[in-house]
T-cell receptor
Framework: DTEVTQTPKHLVMGMTNKKSLKCEQH?????MYWYKQKAKKPPELMFV???????INESVPSRFSPECPNSSLLNLHLHALQPEDSALYLC?????????????FGPGTRLTVL | GESVGLHLPTLSVQEGDNSIINCAYS??????FIWYKQESGKGPQFIID?????DKRQGQRVTVLLNKTVKHLSLQIAATQPGDSAVYFC????????????FGAGTTVTVRA
């Protein structure tokens, strides 16, 4: 099973709202990732968690706040977003983050900020 | 096929023909490469990978070729089917950082019936 699940599938929010994106994997992977993808562009890395600790933050604005409650779950808390934050948000996981560990992606959450 | 080393953003292929998608990478220290397929409205799906100590790897209907001399990666799809229509991304792992994948710009493949 190489499945990463994400909820919700679609999300529309106003600039003053607070919402959360959720990601789950049951493959025993110890590295989990958040990516942002704009239309017709490749995914851009936002955060990496390794063994439930934040390992990489790619200078993401503080209106995006990641959380890793346990090894299977990854959340992305959203607050005071801007319309330009509208994008597909992808979660991925890999075995332990070492080179040559393949990242497996979820289906994404399509976020629209009004 | 396409010129070696030339990345094209789009590729139109007749159903049943073979497809060749090219990708150039820039870092000679890269040691792991992956091809992903992304269909409309979905997340990237792993297709095949290759390590830098190999030149060629085959999967089901797909072959990845790695030419380290010219830093070129290609994905060959045999007997292209309508379900192969998607955006294809190559990605490289730059060995100095364990977690990061550097993605190419992507090639949109359209299969003509």
């Amino acid at each position: 099973d190489t499945e990463v699940t994400q909820t919700p599938k679609h999300l529309v929010m106003g600039m003053t709202n607070k919402k959360s994106l959720k990601c789950e994997q049951h493959m025993g992977h110890r590295a989990m990732y958040w990516y942002k993808q704009k239309a017709k562009k490749p995914p851009e890395l936002m955060f990496v968690y390794s063994y439930e600790k934040l390992s990489i933050n790619e200078s993401v604005p503080s209106r995006f706040s990641p959380e890793c409650p346990n090894s299977s779950l990854l959340n992305l808390h959203l607050h005071a977003l801007q319309p330009e934050d509208s994008a597909l948000y992808l979660c991925a996981s890999s075995q332990d983050g070492l080179p040559s560990n393949t990242q497996y992606f979820g289906p994404g959450t399509r976020l629209t900020v009004l | 096929g396409e010129s070696v080393g030339l990345h094209l953003p789009t590729l139109s292929v007749q159903e049943g023909d073979n497809s060749i998608i090219n990708c150039a990478y820039s870092n000679s220290a890269s040691d792991y490469f992956i091809w992903y397929k992304q269909e409309s409205g979905k997340g990237p799906q792993f297709i095949i990978d290759i390590r830098s100590n190999m030149d060629k790897r085959q999967g089901q209907r797909v072959t990845v070729l790695l030419n380290k001399t010219v830093k070129h990666l290609s994905l060959q799809i045999a007997a292209t089917q309508p379900g192969d229509s998607a955006v294809y991304f190559c990605a490289e792992n730059i060995g100095s950082n364990d977690y990061k994948l550097s993605f190419g710009a992507g090639t949109t493949v359209t299969v003509r019936a």
